[in-house]
């Protein structure tokens, strides 16, 4: 009998959320779902569907829809119900076609992998939904007229007056809501600063960070130079002729580690004596779990650094909402660069995100999310040390992902392994700029935060299973 739903049915919750999207009700799309797995296969006899409550989180519906459901397939007979076992596929219920099952000759097929675990992107399943939904009433009841008319290329003056409070009190960046730029996140920053002419090359950038990123600046016709990294981050003491350089000052992504203090004061030296500029990526900033987060390097200069966040990883990234903290020579010619009018970032989603930061929503989300995470980067590395002991979690506990040394020249093995067993996630090297000098260690990049809580524990598990022995 299959003991659980996470070993064999992982990826049914994106089936059903493509499921219940087609309409006809909510109650009988899932009722319908879980049938077509049943017949499917996908749901094998004996398989335990999760608690009703974690299903309803995972897929956004009333727990009442999904008891519901249950009842309903338990009285026709495709489940069953019993105080302390939960509810399972009844075992007389058979998918359609042969009986006999044959045995996979290579990595599960499907929509997509069991387990993801790349990095990135938080749970999906802990939007705060009701929060949100009370700010965006709010904000849309509070809207004077003018704010449904054209847009100010520099976003709604209710959100930067917010962002410029929120982000002196937590990142402890010094700035004014003129001197704040709204824009639709980091990439759309990098296209302004950058296809637009603002700023040219060439960039020094750290020999390791996103793939995406370096494409968007050639496409600029920026020329990106590598700065070899170490325990203390990147080595600053290389910047020579570039005139600006991007650094993730409190996460370095993706190998985990923060700028040295000591590095920090002297990348904000060397732009003041060569008249030079600092991106600072704050992509994960709020998220330190041994300590409190470590300020924004902006606060030590603020007409030498540009801050650029948003809130794909601590909200979601689907609402396309990020900002570009300024000097104030630079304003005019960013707003220049973005046009006349707002073309990007949706004018309720700015008001709607200004509400539920002044109200504390914001706050609030923040530190509850904090405590899954790290409670997510304590699993993993428990899970580690019981089955992998070999291998090492490097980097601060922060952000959304962590790396794993491994042993010289396994790296591709690995990630193969894990692809056969429905693991998605990346290598290290992935990552790695091609012009880098310093030495390649071999390494995995694991996304801790993708997975829906019930199926964390069998991500796991799939995990340590592809993992090189010692």
């Not at 050639?218 to 020329?223: C, D, H, I, K, N």
């Not at 923060?258 to 500029?277: F, N």
């Not at 699993?379 to 980097?395: D, N, Q, S, Y």
Request: hydrophobic share 40%.
């Amino acid at each position: 009998m299959v003991d659980s739903w996470v070993n064999s049915a992982e990826s049914i919750g994106a089936d059903l959320h493509l499921e219940l999207a087609g309409g006809g009700g909510r109650r009988a799309a899932l009722i319908r779902a879980l049938r077509e797995a049943v017949r499917g296969g996908r749901l094998a006899p004996g398989t335990r569907l999760p608690p009703y409550r974690s299903l309803a989180a995972d897929l956004g519906v009333a727990r009442n829809t999904v008891a519901d459901a249950y009842a309903e397939l338990v009285a026709e007979g495709w489940l069953t119900a019993r105080q302390g076992s939960g509810t399972r596929v009844a075992e007389r219920v058979e998918p359609l076609g042969s009986t006999t099952r044959v045995p996979r000759k290579g990595p599960p097929r499907g929509r997509g992998p069991r387990h993801d675990l790349r990095q990135g992107t938080p749970d999906a399943s802990a939007f705060p939904r009701a929060a949100w939904a009370a700010s965006y009433r709010r904000a849309l009841t509070r809207a004077p007229n003018e704010a449904f008319g054209p847009g100010d290329p520099a976003g709604r003056v209710e959100l930067r007056e917010a962002l410029a409070e929120y982000l002196a009190r937590a990142r402890g960046v010094r700035t004014e809501p003129s001197r704040i730029v709204v824009c639709s996140g980091f990439a759309h920053a990098l296209r302004l600063l950058f296809h637009g002419r603002v700023l040219r090359g060439p960039l020094a950038v750290e020999s390791y960070g996103l793939g995406f990123h370096r494409e968007l600046l050639a496409a600029a016709s920026v020329r990106t130079v590598p700065l070899p990294l170490d325990g203390d981050g990147a080595r600053v003491d290389g910047l020579d002729r570039e005139r600006a350089v991007l650094l993730t000052p409190a996460h370095q992504f993706p190998t985990g580690g923060p700028l040295h203090p000591e590095r920090r004061a002297a990348v904000v030296d060397w732009a003041r004596a060569r008249g030079g500029l600092v991106l600072e990526d704050d992509y994960d900033g709020e998220f330190r779990y041994d300590r409190r987060p470590v300020g924004a390097v902006q606060g030590l200069d603020p007409d030498r650094v540009v801050l650029l966040g948003s809130v794909s990883k601590s909200l979601s990234p689907a609402l396309r909402l990020g900002w570009m903290v300024l000097p104030e020579r630079l304003v005019d010619a960013v707003r220049e660069a973005k046009g006349e009018r707002e073309a990007w970032a949706s004018v309720p989603d700015q008001l709607a995100l200004a509400d539920f930061v002044v109200s504390g929503a914001y706050d609030r989300h923040v530190r509850r999310m904090r405590q899954r995470y790290r409670a997510r980067r304590d699993r993993l590395v428990a899970a580690l040390a019981a089955h992998a002991p070999h291998i090492e979690v490097t980097g601060i506990a922060a952000g959304l992902h962590a790396v794993l040394r491994l042993p010289p020249g396994t790296e591709r093995s690995a990630v193969k392994a894990a692809a056969w067993r429905g693991v998605a996630l990346d290598g290290l090297a992935e990552f790695r700029h091609p012009e880098a000098r310093e030495d390649a260690p071999d390494g995995l990049v694991v996304g801790y935060a993708t997975p829906p809580e019930h199926a964390y524990g069998a991500a796991l598990e799939a995990l340590c299973g592809a993992l090189p022995p010692e």
